[in-house]
Every structure is written in structure tokens, then in C-alpha cells.
């Protein structure tokens, strides 16, 4: 399989059949592009989202939502990338100078199987998935996003880990000629995050390698990036480059820089203000609406994946790590 088929899902297996059929064309001259599908300078803006509503059993597992998908173009044009710069729109310049292919991953630390496999062999046979999660910016926006991935548990059993590996560690790419956001401290570089090993192993962890459909943009954390839908959205790190299995709490990137404000766990709370501003609510980039003036909607406890995920964290000051 190469890598390009690993980042891809037919949109057969997305879309309703008759939606398939009248862009089968478009998508197979898209295909034929990989300037466009794969190094993000001047990508078109893919097919609109599949409209066929999710299933109660999606629901149930958190696995879809019947919200409203932010569009494409607001999903890949405001976001925090700070390799790349601390504006919203900097990150596009990812697109001009990230080079995602080829790609490698290191694994190790509490393992059985450690290695360095390119980003092909580290999914070879997994199938991606089509995951539509809310994420909640700990900033106070939020969006709705069509990922497409492979679950993280089933990328980490490959490496064995053993009974020691109580977190699982995750590294950002840090490469100044790629990265021009590296040249001001703004954060300890390389870009660092965590997962309790329960946390990495839940079948909503993902590690995403798309969204609508097609590979991850350079700006959104190509070609490989975490997504943790129940926690604020700084915990989904992007542009993976290593993984370690590890038995104490990894140090990470913003904890390391204000503790006070970001916390380990970093659950999505609405009764935990952060110590700037309310976490009641949030600002919706939804639809056609403005990035600037979207509404405001409460904000629910573990992002609205209470169900899901509360219990691993039974009998946790949730206060304590926001």
C-alpha cells in the first residue's frame, strides 16, 4: 500500500452512493494531482461533507454527530500551528515550505518492538476511518471536523508495549528550515504532549492522517496528528515524528509554560474557567457563518463525550486538571 492510498478513504465509503457518482469524475482528476493531494500548494477546496446522517450506533460510540461540519476552507485557514507562526491564517505557510513525504516515525521506550518505520509501514493494514468530532479550542472556538484516521490503540499494540508503559509520549517535527515559527521561543521547542496509556488506548483516540476525505493540509498537522476529542484542543498534536511509551508523566509543551493554565489532562470543563477567560461557552465555526461574530453555545463537560470517556476518570479532581 503506499502512502498515499494509507491517507486516502474511497469516498464510496463516506458518501451516499448517488452523491459518490456525480463526483467520481472530480475526484479521480483530483487523484491524478499529487501537487494538490499531497503537498497542500494551492489545494482545491474537496467535495462538500457527506450529508447521509450518522447512525444511533455512530452516536453512541461518539464516533459521528449530526452538527453542523465547519467548512473546508474555515477548517484549514484558522487553527494554531506555531512552528509556523502565532496568527490564526500562519500556518498556511506550512503549504509552501512542510515537506510531508517521505515521512517516519520513531516508536520506543517501554516496548517490546521499538523502531523508526516510515509513515506507509506504521499503518500498513490498517484501513482508514471516517471520524466527524467536535473539537474545542481552549481558547473558546470551536468546530466540528470530518477526520480521517486510524485509531491510535491499534497503531500502538504493533509495538508491544509492556507493563511499565503507563503514558504514551508524542514529539512534533522541529525543523527551523521547514518551520519558521521556531525561530521565537514562544514554546520550548520541540513541540511535546501526553496521554494517559487508558487515554491513548480509547477507541475514540485517533491518529488522524485527513480530513474531508483527502490528506491532511500542512497547516492542519500533516501528515500524521493526534486527536483527543474530550480534551481542549492543544493536546491533538501535530506533525508526529515520535512516540514513546513511557512510565511517569511525559513532560509537555504549554504545562512546561504555564502550569497554571494548562494542565496535563487538560479534560474540556466548562465549570474550570481558565484563569483568563469563562470555558462556559464557546464560538462555533460552523457553515457559512463568521469566524468573527459565529454564536456562542454552552459548552459541555468532556467536549460532549461524557458518555464515552467519563470513567476513566472516576473518583479525579477534574478542577485540578482542567
Partial sequence: MSLRDALR??????????????RRALLGALAMTPAIAM??????EPPPPPRAPPTPAQVRSGFRTDEEPTRYEDITSYN??????????????AARTLRTSPWSVQVGGECEKPGT????????GLRPEERVYRLRCVEGWSMVIPWLGVPLAAVLKKFAPTSKAKYVAFTTLADPRQMPGLAYRSI???????LRID??????????????GKPLPQQNGAPLRLVVPWKYGFKSIKSIVEIRFVEKMPRTAWHDLQPSEYGFFSNVNPQVDHPRWSQ????RIAGSASKLFAERIPTRLFNGYGEQVASMYAG???GKWY
Fill in 9 to 22: 478513504i474511497p469516498s464510496a465509503q463516506i458518501t451516499d452512493e448517488t452523491v459518490y457518482r456525480q
Fill in 188 to 194: 520550548n521547542w520541540p513541540y511535546r504532549e501526553g
Fill in 39 to 44: 503537498s497542500g500548494c494551492g489545494a482545491a
Fill in 199 to 212: 487515554e491513548a488506548m480509547h477507541p475514540l483516540t485517533l491518529l488522524a492522517t485527513g480530513l474531508y
Fill in 316 to 318: 479525579m479532581d477534574l
Fill in 280 to 283: 462556559k461557552t464557546e464560538r
Fill in 80 to 93: 494554531n500551528f506555531y512552528e509556523f507562526g502565532t496568527g490564526k491564517a500562519d500556518p498556511s505557510r
Fill in 117 to 124: 518505520l516510515a509513515l506507509e509501514d506504521l499503518l500498513k
